[in-house]
């Protein structure tokens, strides 16, 4: 964590700097997005580890992990205002549609475009995303400090007295051969695509198909703090029902408030009603497959009791699973508008394109959210399992 820290900030920076080269840009950006996510993950995967290193109490780790998405949920929050503020203070002028009529090549016709385009408002722009990276990079700094000097790490919570070191690749093909965690994984990663889908596509289907240009950042800043506000609703009901039982609701309850998104008109009041119940969802698949992650852990000691110190592991793949998720919705959803004929910029989009926008957040996002349930469904450890292990691992201490 302290290692990747300040090579973070200095790539997530230069991310949002527009070098003044005529070629390259596009490599540009893909070698200092690709080195961001890079270490990022190398503060991601300690990071989420860490909860098995603060207590061998499940309560204490539930509710540790509900603090952490609580805090996560949060800091998107706060990240989406500031960059959505800073920038939404600065008019970018969209393009007619009307322009682009009788254009054979779109991306000389951009080309064009952008040649005519106000310098001033472009120079502006550019500088509101700068500001903005330069407070976001401020407040990882300031996080990452207090992460690294406030948390101490108890192994001996964690480790059994039987316990022996064993090699990482021996660990992981126990850890690919646990049963429970890939059913939990792959419900965890259909979920996470489903919900990614409708947040990287909801600014555009706010913009062009509900016809809300300006409202978007507030809207989107809805979703977040109904999730933030959320997230201890959701642990209270997992420690009173359960966690599986809280999967099912809490994650399928986004089903008919998205079925409505593709079927309203353009109306602003109901716009923000389905966001706060979306948050709602969002705050569920957040908390709960991390939630879930640390009794999987548990089952696995108590599998392999003299095999230990293989957390990392579980934690890497969840994260490698996240990760692939937010790649696989970019491609979907970048490909699919480029194949409706999305352009850049306009003020309008063609009827295919709202369309797709519409399949995008809603009919997609709800066969996924069905198709991850199934496997839920089958993940095998329930309160009673849950209970169980819990007595055995105390027992085997």
């Not at 999730?227 to 359960?242: D, K, N, S």
Request: with cysteine.
């Amino acid at each position: 964590i302290i290692f990747s820290t300040p090579f973070a900030v200095i790539s997530y920076f230069l991310i949002w700097f527009v070098p003044d080269i005529s070629r390259g840009q596009v490599m540009w950006y893909l070698i200092f997005y690709c080195i961001f996510q890079t270490l990022v993950t190398c503060f991601h995967v300690p990071y989420s580890a860490l909860t098995m290193f603060i207590s061998r109490e499940q309560s204490e780790r539930d509710s540790a992990t509900a603090y952490r998405m609580t805090v996560e949920v949060l800091g998107t929050v706060l990240g989406t205002a500031i960059q959505g503020q800073i920038v939404g203070m600065v008019v970018t002028p969209c393009i007619d549609s009307p322009l682009f009529i009788g254009k054979t090549n779109s991306s000389v016709a951009m080309e064009e475009l952008n040649m005519t385009h106000d310098t001033g408002s472009l120079t502006d722009t550019r500088n509101a995303y700068m500001i903005a990276a330069g407070v976001i990079v401020g407040l990882y700094i300031l996080c990452a400090v207090i992460l690294s000097v406030g948390v101490r790490e108890k192994r001996e919570s964690s480790e059994l007295q039987s316990d022996e070191p064993g090699s990482f690749f021996q660990g992981l093909k126990l850890v690919m051969n646990h049963g429970a965690y890939i059913k939990l994984i792959i419900g965890f990663l259909f979920t996470s695509l489903a919900f990614m889908l409708l947040e990287g596509n909801f600014a555009l289907f706010c913009t062009y198909t509900l016809g809300f240009r300006n409202e978007f950042q507030n809207i989107l800043l809805a979703i977040m703090l109904s999730a933030t506000l959320t997230i201890p609703v959701w642990q209270w009901f997992l420690t009173r029902f359960g966690k599986k039982t809280a999967v099912y609701i809490g994650i399928s309850s986004a089903i008919p408030f998205l079925i409505m998104v593709a079927l309203m008109d353009s109306n602003l009041i109901v716009t923000y009603i389905v966001a706060v119940a979306a948050g709602i969802s969002v705050a569920a698949a957040f908390l709960l497959p991390w939630s879930m992650l640390p009794d999987v852990i548990d089952d696995f000691k108590l599998q392999h009791p003299d095999s230990h110190g293989h957390e990392a592991i579980f934690f890497s793949f969840y994260v490698f699973f996240t990760k692939f998720a937010s790649g696989v919705s970019l491609g979907i959803s970048t490909l699919s508008l480029d194949f409706a004929g999305y352009k850049t910029r306009g003020c309008s989009q063609p009827s295919e394109v709202n369309f797709t926008l519409k399949m995008l957040v809603s009919v997609v996002p709800v066969g996924l959210i069905l198709l991850g349930l199934v496997l839920f469904k089958l993940y095998p450890i329930d309160e009673e399992k849950r209970r169980k292990n819990k007595k055995a691992l105390q027992d085997l201490r």
